[in-house]
């Protein structure tokens, strides 16, 4: 299949990132976008699909709100169109659960019709002639070939599980990562013990999923991390003025060294563990200590350090470094789940046009203010890479709208869907009119 004529860009990969860009992109004419993801049809996190595990973000975050709250693919459109506006009212149902989200996707994703799926993109490189980009690679069941031609790009193909390097990838690759965590829950809990390791939002939901039928499938069950504390995450209304336009923009301009020490001091928020789901695992253990129930520990500091599959058995060898006491503790267990997150991984198409982008000294995207990579800033975009750029708006549903409507400014010279002046209430840095007169340049920040 070739398109000899170029579009205007080409979106690789169909998450809820450039989900949204499809939908804010649809009203406007003249715009000739294309959007391909190698998923047979749209789906979010299939693997942790858990009963009762919600979005973190309230229902506004969908995927249009945010930028036009008037459009077609907002989530209350949704409920209208499927009859179900009242019992969402009186429901009352702020924060919609993941399965529901997924099925809004799908219905969104059902109406576009510059969406493609079944379509995994190989290969990409630069056509000076055009001038513009060739995207390629296989479509459909019977994996045929397919061509197209854009004027730009944007890149929005998501995380993939991470599992620690201490575990070696011969054995990685039988390991359990909660992105598969439902599709290899029932073998789990065959076994005797089980251990999860890690922490954050994904490890807890497992925790605790697997702590309800502990009893009844008879395991033992641990959940390491090798934090300090099992941390709530934080969710306070002053502290979610972090996650706006205003403040991504303040920390972009950040030097590099303050980017990192902040997002570290920011792990609470972007990293914990959501309030109610803490009291559920805390109420589930209380209740089962009176009825005698197999252990079920929690087990803070210990970090990892070595991980490998005993062949004879099938059980997993587990080395960890205690980060307070300087001990080190061996343990084995039957079944291992990873909680231990997701990294961008460059793909391989990315070595066509290598040569195009701009690379930091580590060699990650170095994004502009706008999410550009290319060297004039106005080619090859991407959604969700910049975390040590932009900080912790980067993964967040809620900040969607808001590059979406920044990148579409970028994509069409038009600012279509413009933001706010101002989202928050304090102020990142003394404003002109703040009454805080700056007195002398003290050099590099402390
Ligand atoms: C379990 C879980 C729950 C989360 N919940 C929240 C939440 O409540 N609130 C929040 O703000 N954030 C949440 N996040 C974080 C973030 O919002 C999600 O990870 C989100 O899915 C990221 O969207 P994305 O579009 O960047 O990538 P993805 O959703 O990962 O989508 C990327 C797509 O690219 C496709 N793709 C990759 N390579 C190619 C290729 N070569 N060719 C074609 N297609 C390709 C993939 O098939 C995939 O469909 C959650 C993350 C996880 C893991």
């Known amino acids: 299949m070739a398109d000899d004529h170029p579009y205007d860009f080409i979106a690789v990969g169909v998450g809820p990132f450039n989900l949204g860009l499809a939908c804010l992109t649809t009203p406007l004419g003249g715009v000739r976008s294309l959007f391909l993801d190698q998923k047979t049809e749209f789906s979010w996190h299939p693997g942790m699909m858990l009963n009762g595990t919600t979005l973190q973000n309230p229902f506004l975050a969908d995927l249009v709100s945010m930028a036009d709250p008037t459009s077609r693919f907002s989530y209350l459109n949704y409920c209208k169109q499927q009859g179900r506006l009242y019992t969402y009212y009186i429901r009352e149902n702020w924060y919609l659960s993941r399965s529901e989200f997924d099925r809004y996707c799908k219905w969104v994703a059902a109406q576009l019709d510059n969406v493609r799926f079944h379509h995994h993109v190989q290969e990409i490189w630069h056509d000076p002639a055009l001038p513009g980009y060739v995207v390629s690679g296989v479509y459909g069941p019977e994996n045929r070939t397919f061509q197209f031609r854009s004027k730009r790009l944007v890149l929005g193909i998501g995380s993939v599980p991470h599992i620690p390097e201490c575990c070696c990838p011969a054995d990685a690759s039988r390991a359990i990562h909660t992105a598969n965590y439902l599709a290899n829950k029932d073998a789990l809990q065959q076994c005797g013990n089980i251990t999860v390791i890690g922490s954050g939002q994904s490890g807890a939901e497992v925790y605790q999923d697997l702590l309800q039928d502990s ?58 563990i959501n309030h109610s789901l803490i009291e559920n695992i805390y109420d589930t253990l209380d209740e089962r200590r009176h009825r005698a129930a197999l252990p079920a520990r929690l087990l803070t500091n210990l970090a990892l350090s070595q991980c490998e599959r005993v062949p004879e058995s099938g059980k997993w060898a587990l080395q960890f470094e205690h980060a307070q006491l300087g001990q080190t503790y061996r343990h084995v267990t039957d079944g291992l789940v990873f909680a231990t997150g997701y990294r961008y991984q460059l793909p391989s198409f990315i ?9 930091d000294t580590t060699g990650r995207y170095a994004p502009s203010k706008n999410w550009a990579v290319d060297h004039e800033n106005r080619d090859i975009f991407v959604q969700n890479v910049g975390l040590q750029s932009h900080g912790i708006t980067n993964p967040d549903l809620g900040l969607a709208c808001y590059r979406n409507s920044r990148l579409i400014f970028e994509l069409t010279g038009r600012d279509f869907y413009p933001c706010e002046a101002r989202t928050v209430f304090q102020d990142f840095a003394p404003g002109a009119d703040s009454g805080f007169v700056q007195v002398e340049h003290k050099g590099s920040p402390q």
């Open 351 to 359: 070595e066509g046009i290598r040569h195009c982008i701009r690379w």
């Open 215 to 272: 009893e009844r499938h008879g395991y033992t069950l641990n959940w390491v991390t090798r934090a300090q504390r099992f941390f709530q995450m934080e969710s306070a209304r002053l502290t979610l003025e972090l996650i706006t336009p205003d403040y991504g923009n303040y920390f972009y301009e950040l030097p590099t060294e303050v980017k990192a020490r902040t997002l570290d001091d920011q792990r609470s928020i972007y990293n914990g």
